[in-house]
């Protein structure tokens, strides 16, 4: 199936991944932080005195020069804080001795400890008595029960002898409901990071997942593969003015569907619908494998024939870009000149050059000129063919030339080659073609936006079916190509050749009353 394809299952998964990971972010922020808390840090860890140990110098003067076992003294200053969302109570501490946590500076002697803490904190040292726990004994200092507020700190400042620098530094104790832990090292001058690590990986997760998403829309195939790939052969007749939409989607089918073969021979509409006709009558297996396409509704068909609406055409009478249509034909005007009442084209506007008309039309097997005679003209055009070459007319005595050409591409370069030519077309084929100029109708040009938009009544346009010999079978080439034609990738392909897809919203009501609006 469709949705099932490898780029929407890592679509899906990466999308999956963010949302877990928002929601893994969001519980981290509002459940983990709730434990009580206390993390610790050393901040400052340096020799004061010659330190020869570790090769190093530092300079010192005074007391450390004269006190006896103070050569290898050290300074460390270790930071104490509350780094939870929940204040910490005295009794929060689940020591039994007075004090309620122990640092242990391993291979060194404790000689002297000095508390400091931030402003507005003063109230903390009160709690820093030895009565309260505080003291120290070899390389032991206990810390007494200190209440934290969420966010408050203090810093013990001590001095050590008897160990070089780097020594193991650890505080042991125990939060009822929390933990104790140490934090990452940092000096006084060290920038913390703006984010927790938790907050990082996070971060990272779900940018990973947006590029991943972003790649995957700017380097995935819009042409999604066909719903249903189905193998086999299948034929295409009908519409010549269709075809070009139909040729590249029958490409994309057979790029995206291993073992399809769709050809096409497209030679008028209504020689399409009566090959399948005929054909279903002779064997209605071979006939599961043609469509027929067809510019407007097929006329007196046998009642095996299925149609179904697939695009809103917009075609356009073009004329020889020697003949300047200011404001374009009335349909009063079209309906005289394809009567053979109008002749030389000055008759319609002095101002227009002094050539005759030349009719150049499509042969009595075209939907195109069904259409153009239904919409257009309201009747049969009415002036018969009167040369085979569009040139010289056969009947000397007929008011006019006209002559009668099997497909659409012709009628164009026809037009466009001969003064005073006038013919009719798809749209979107004549859109460009040198040599030619649209007319417009009524005042109203073909526009395909205007009319899907409700601002245009251009009469010339039909509603394009395809005709196959009753209703495809399920899981046949023909049913699969269809629905391929009809949903997303061939709604796309249709409106890129100027038509309208019936599957469209706005062509919905267009295509249910035969195009009329």
Known sequence: MEWLSAENIVAVGTAVIGVVASAVMVWYERRVPRRKRIGYRVQMDNPVGDDVRSGRANVRLGLFDEAPGMADATLVLLRIENDGSQSIAGDDYTSRERHGLTA?????????????????????MDHFTPAAGLSYEGGTLRIPRVPLNRGEHFKLLVLLSGGDVGCPIRIVGGIRDGEVHPNRSATPDDTLPLFSRAARIITVLLTACVVTLAAIVVLRDDNAAPIGCERGTLRITGSTAFAPAIQELARQYEKHCAGSAITMDARGSEAGVHDLAALGARSERSAGSVIAFSDGPAADGPRELFGTRVALSVFTLVVNDDIRLRQGLSLDDVRRVYRGGITRWRQLDARLPDLPVVLVSRNAESGTRQIFQRRVL??????????????????????????????????????????????YSELTLATGHKGLRPVALDGATASVADIENGRSDYPYRGV????????????????????YVVQGTGESVIRAHGQLSCSAAKALRMCDDGGRG
């Open 104 to 124: 242990v500076f391993t291979d060194r002697t404790i000689r002297g400890v000095s508390v400091t803490q931030p402003p507005g904190t003063d109230h903390l």
């Open 378 to 423: 309201g009747a049969w055009e009415r002036v018969p063919s009167t040369s085979l070459d569009c040139v010289g007319k056969d009947d000397a005595t007929a008011p006019v030339t006209r002559c009668e050409l099997d497909s659409t591409q012709k009628v164009l370069d026809t037009v466009a080659g001969i003064p005073g030519a006038i013919g």
């Open 464 to 483: 394009e079916y395809a005709y196959t010999y009753n209703r495809p079978p399920a899981g046949s080439l023909a049913a699969s190509f269809l629905a």
